[in-house]
């Protein structure tokens, strides 16, 4: 009995061929997105529900806080005066131009305050803290241990998810603090050392043009970002699957997603905080 030759392919379907392939890979990626960024929500509407439900677990609390904002602080202090440092030389090139060297100070600051300050805090505790709670969760969720916690009753979302959340909420602000005073401290140290400006002109100038909504608006940013970060990262490792294999990719889309999303964020955020903070200043 003779094999059955299969029919040749042409040319048109030899070229078709990739695009096929790539139009259902699209496909693919859209329907895991979507059920993603659902499942997302539903995540973070059950973390606030057991946000504010009995037993409150202040000494997690407590830890968590060590972890994702101490342990985040050496980080920041030196991103931070280098920050201001390079952003002080950088800027006197233009201001030089005009005779504004004296308004450095304040340019600094207020680009700290507003922009830099939450968005660099933020990008590096998603770096360190966001991978570190993904990869914790992710582990524990591939080696069954939050099954065993569902078994003996123990809510993972109140007993895992709940303490990172609110830590990483109360301490990205402080963490962005840290990060402007270190910027100005760089700023600072720059222009008067290195580029002889005159210290109480810097000074001076700085605290003219400095008003509280700049630096309340760093600190809503950061917290909200925070807040967000630690949902991503802990959404990424709790629904962790595939061994050790996907908690290297867990770790790695919580940073990119949380880096991803606070950009976006951040333009939206801003045009909801900048009429109702400077409304009073007709900025």
Not at 30 to 43: I, K, Q, R, S, T
Not at 132 to 142: G, N, P
Not at 234 to 261: D, E, H
């Amino acid at each position: 009995m003779s094999e059955s030759i299969p029919p040749p392919v042409s040319a048109a379907d030899e070229i078709a061929a990739p695009f096929q392939k790539l139009l259902v890979r699209s496909r693919e990626l859209l329907v895991e997105y979507a059920g993603d960024f659902g499942g997302f929500w539903n995540f973070t509407a059950s973390t606030f529900f057991w946000m504010f439900r009995r037993p409150y677990r202040w000494p997690l609390l407590i830890e968590q806080m060590m972890t994702v904002g101490v342990g985040t602080t050496v980080i920041i202090l030196l991103a931070g005066i280098f920050t201001g440092g390079v952003f002080t030389f950088q800027s006197l090139y233009a201001f030089r131009r005009f005779g504004g060297e004296d308004l450095v100070g304040s340019t600094v600051v207020i680009s700290l305050a507003r922009e830099l300050g939450p968005a660099m805090t933020v990008l590096l505790f998603a770096g360190r803290s966001g991978s570190s709670m993904s990869t914790e969760l992710a582990t524990m969720r591939v080696t069954e241990q939050i099954d065993a916690m569902e078994t003996m009753a123990v809510n993972p979302l109140q007993y895992l998810v709940v303490p990172r959340v609110i830590a990483s909420t109360i301490m990205c602000p402080a963490l962005d603090i840290i990060f402007v005073t270190t910027g100005w401290v760089g700023c600072f140290l720059t222009g008067t050392l290195r580029e002889g400006l005159d210290p109480g002109a810097l000074t001076t100038q700085t605290n003219y043009y400095l008003d509280p909504p700049d630096f309340a608006e760093g600190v809503i940013k950061s917290a909200l970002y925070g807040m967000f970060v630690a949902l991503i990262s802990c959404y990424k490792g709790y629904t962790c699957s595939g061994g050790a294999k996907g908690v290297g990719q867990a770790a790695t889309r919580a940073v990119v997603l949380s880096s991803v999303s606070m950009v976006i964020l951040n333009y939206f955020v801003t045009e909801l905080l900048h009429p109702f903070l400077y409304a009073q200043y007709n900025l």
